[in-house]
């Protein structure tokens, strides 16, 4: 298992995670769609966690989060690109504490709309991590505000973990355990949860990440064993844009087995699908695992897969002009 002395969480504050904000998150439902399972060649379950609280599966991290501030904390803040913000103003706005949320110039308008509306404070910086942290650090200087990292975090980590747990559960409840489990990987928090969770319940489940060809340092990382730190990303699926964290990559590379990527076109076809087969709204993060399957169907072929749809926040005209080919760049 990951090193502890890179403050990493281990199986059991997965588990403490999930007692903890049961009562505060959905039970999300596993779909699956017999015309999609024939294009795949395979049986796919679709975790949706586009249906969670906020949209996304951030939702689980956040309320992890808060449920472990320090006493006396009266205020957060954190960088995002839309979904952990969202997800962290809604938790904080149930606790009654404030929250600032740093966000990229490049955040689609949908997501700065949701931070907003659960009450969060908004501060715009430049696209890149470096200016997400810079302007973090300034907001904190001021404020004082308690940092809650959008994946980076132990208390993140667990609670993103709790996804895989209900996976498992659900699947047993229909008399089979998957094959192989994957997740989207953008930071890192939700595969690295998946994985701790897989390896204490069913080790002998393969959990794989599924990443942007346009952003792929979670792969050359886990591939070449040397953590990528930088990468310059190229992909229309916003919420994997960002590199993947230290605390993350360690847990990740113990418990994943592999990660694959798919290419933007491939992402668009894999939201189309399921947006027109299964009628699920679901934004470009959220299609990467089924279009790295559509890439890769080799790899997955007759194998009970569950893949987690990640979140449903996207603007409606921009998604669009995806499906009308008019948009090649993110």
């Given at each position: 298992?990951?090193?502890n002395n890179?403050d990493?969480?281990?199986?059991?504050?997965?588990?403490?995670?999930a007692?903890?904000?049961?009562?505060r998150?959905?039970r999300t439902?596993?779909?699956?769609?017999?015309l999609?399972?024939?294009?795949?060649?395979?049986?796919l379950f679709f975790?949706?966690?586009?249906?969670?609280?906020t949209?996304?599966f951030k939702?689980?991290?956040?309320?992890?989060?808060?449920?472990?501030?320090?006493?006396?904390?009266?205020?957060?803040?954190?960088?995002?690109?839309g979904?952990?913000?969202?997800?962290?103003?809604w938790a904080?706005?149930?606790?009654?504490?404030?929250?600032t949320?740093?966000?990229?110039e490049?955040s689609?308008l949908?997501k700065?709309?949701?931070?907003?509306?659960?009450?969060?404070?908004?501060v715009?910086?430049?696209?890149?991590l470096?200016?997400r942290?810079?302007?973090?650090?300034?907001?904190?200087?001021?404020?004082?505000?308690?940092?809650?990292?959008?994946?980076?975090?132990?208390?993140?980590?667990?609670?993103?973990?709790t996804?895989?747990?209900e996976?498992?559960?659900?699947?047993?409840?229909?008399?089979?355990?998957?094959?192989?489990v994957?997740a989207?990987?953008?930071?890192?928090?939700?595969?690295?949860?998946?994985?701790l969770?897989m390896?204490?319940?069913?080790?002998?489940?393969?959990v794989?990440?599924?990443?942007?060809?346009?952003?792929?340092?979670?792969?050359?990382s886990?591939?070449?064993?040397?953590?990528?730190?930088?990468?310059?990303?190229?992909?229309?699926?916003d919420?994997?844009?960002?590199?993947l964290?230290?605390?993350?990559f360690a847990?990740?590379?113990?418990?994943?087995k592999?990660i694959v990527?798919?290419?933007e076109?491939s992402?668009?076809?894999a939201?189309?699908?399921?947006?027109?087969r299964?009628?699920?709204?679901v934004?470009p993060?959220?299609?990467?695992?089924?279009?790295a399957?559509?890439?890769?169907?080799?790899?997955?072929?007759?194998?009970?897969?569950?893949?987690v749809?990640?979140?449903?926040?996207?603007?409606?005209?921009?998604?669009?002009?995806?499906f009308?080919?008019?948009?090649?760049?993110?």
């Amino acid at each position: 298992m990951p090193d502890n002395n890179l403050d990493v969480p281990g199986s059991a504050e997965v588990f403490s995670a999930a007692q903890d904000i049961a009562e505060r998150i959905h039970r999300t439902p596993l779909m699956t769609s017999g015309l999609i399972d024939r294009a795949c060649g395979a049986n796919l379950f679709f975790k949706c966690e586009h249906l969670q609280k906020t949209g996304a599966f951030k939702a689980r991290g956040a309320s992890n989060a808060l449920c472990r501030l320090p006493a006396g904390t009266t205020m957060v803040a954190t960088h995002s690109s839309g979904n952990h913000g969202a997800a962290l103003a809604w938790a904080a706005a149930a606790r009654g504490i404030a929250c600032t949320v740093v966000m990229p110039e490049t955040s689609p308008l949908a997501k700065r709309a949701a931070v907003a509306g659960y009450g969060a404070e908004i501060v715009l910086c430049g696209p890149t991590l470096a200016d997400r942290e810079a302007a973090l650090r300034k907001v904190v200087d001021d404020s004082g505000a308690h940092v809650v990292p959008p994946f980076d975090d132990r208390r993140i980590i667990a609670g993103q973990g709790t996804v895989a747990l209900e996976i498992l559960e659900q699947c047993r409840e229909r008399g089979f355990t998957p094959d192989i489990v994957l997740a989207p990987v953008g930071g890192g928090g939700l595969l690295a949860g998946t994985g701790l969770a897989m390896a204490a319940m069913a080790p002998e489940v393969l959990v794989l990440g599924a990443e942007p060809a346009g952003a792929d340092d979670a792969q050359r990382s886990l591939r070449s064993g040397v953590h990528v730190t930088s990468q310059t990303p190229d992909t229309i699926a916003d919420g994997l844009r960002t590199p993947l964290g230290e605390r993350n990559f360690a847990v990740i590379r113990q418990t994943v087995k592999d990660i694959v990527t798919a290419s933007e076109k491939s992402i668009v076809d894999a939201m189309q699908l399921l947006w027109t087969r299964t009628k699920q709204l679901v934004e470009p993060s959220a299609a990467v695992p089924l279009a790295a399957i559509l890439e890769h169907p080799a790899r997955f072929r007759d194998k009970k897969v569950a893949l987690v749809l990640s979140g449903g926040n996207m603007d409606l005209v921009r998604a669009a002009s995806l499906f009308a080919g008019e948009e090649s760049e993110p």
